[in-house]
T-cell receptor, first 113, second 113 residues
Framework: NAGVTQTPKFQVLKTGQSMTLQCAQD?????MYWYRQDPGMGLRLIYY???????DKGEVPNGYNVSRLNKREFSLRLESAAPSQTSVYFC????????????FGPGTRLTVL | ELKVEQNPLFLSMQEGKNYTIYCNYS?????LYWYRQDPGKSLESLFV?????AVKQEGRLMASLDTKARLSTLHITAAVHDLSATYFC?????????????FGTGTRLKVLA
């Protein structure tokens, strides 16, 4: 039982390059989330998927797209990376019908030069 | 505007002392979560508070929830160095129909030997 996994762990991009961050969970959770955390700051929600087949914008969606590929996987795409997107990205999953909390992946540390 | 405010933002305390971190929120919710984050790491769940008056304790930490006052507290008893970390509260927005959290600003705790 791996919980929430994210790939890659680290990535360096040049301005204008694109990339996809991958997230998978094996807890059969219905909801999945992408957050970003800037140095010394809290977490800000980028996009979330309350159930398979649905996605919604969070606080800071500009410059990102998401795909809920199936119940297990939720990817985050940066089409044209900008230095302002340098951050640590966390994926989380949640059984919204239950009594547990959101579970977080280990994070992806992204630097855009 | 939905707000979740923690105070203090920074806390430096001596080992053996007691202190309380406050989490105030501006919307109706009856569920709140506390997380711990060590530098360079992901978020680790500490407490799940699911109703008004809920109190949970684990070691030197105790969390409580007052939904009428829209306030949660995280009390530290006889602090030890190992408690040095950043602590986040997160408000569950499910009761308003959106399945997501709003995170607090975080409290960076440093316990001095």
């Amino acid at each position: 039982n791996a919980g929430v996994t994210q790939t890659p762990k680290f990535q360096v991009l040049k301005t204008g390059q694109s990339m996809t961050l991958q997230c998978a969970q094996d807890m059969n959770h219905n909801s999945m989330y992408w957050y970003r955390q800037d140095p010394g700051m809290g977490l800000r929600l980028i996009y979330y998927s309350a159930s398979e087949g649905t996605t919604d914008k969070g606080e800071v969606p500009n410059g990102y797209n998401v795909s809920r590929l199936n119940k297990r996987e939720f990817s985050l795409r940066l089409e044209s990376a900008a230095p302002s997107q340098t951050s640590v990205y966390f994926c989380a999953s949640w059984d919204t019908g239950g009594v547990d909390e959101q579970f977080f992946g280990p994070g992806t540390r992204l630097t855009v030069l | 505007e939905l707000k979740v405010e923690q105070n203090p933002l920074f806390l430096s305390m001596q080992e053996g002392k007691n202190y309380t971190i406050y989490c105030n929120y501006s919307t109706t919710s009856d569920r709140l979560y506390w997380y711990r984050q060590d530098p360079g790491k992901s978020l680790e769940s500490l407490f799940v508070l699911l109703s008004n008056g809920a109190v949970k304790q684990e070691g030197r930490l105790m969390a409580s929830l007052d939904t009428k006052a829209r306030l949660s507290t995280l009390h530290i008893t006889a602090a030890v160095h190992d408690l040095s970390a950043t602590y986040f509260c997160a408000v569950d927005m499910s009761s308003s129909g959106t399945y997501k959290y709003i995170f607090g600003t975080g409290t960076r705790l440093k316990v001095l030997a």
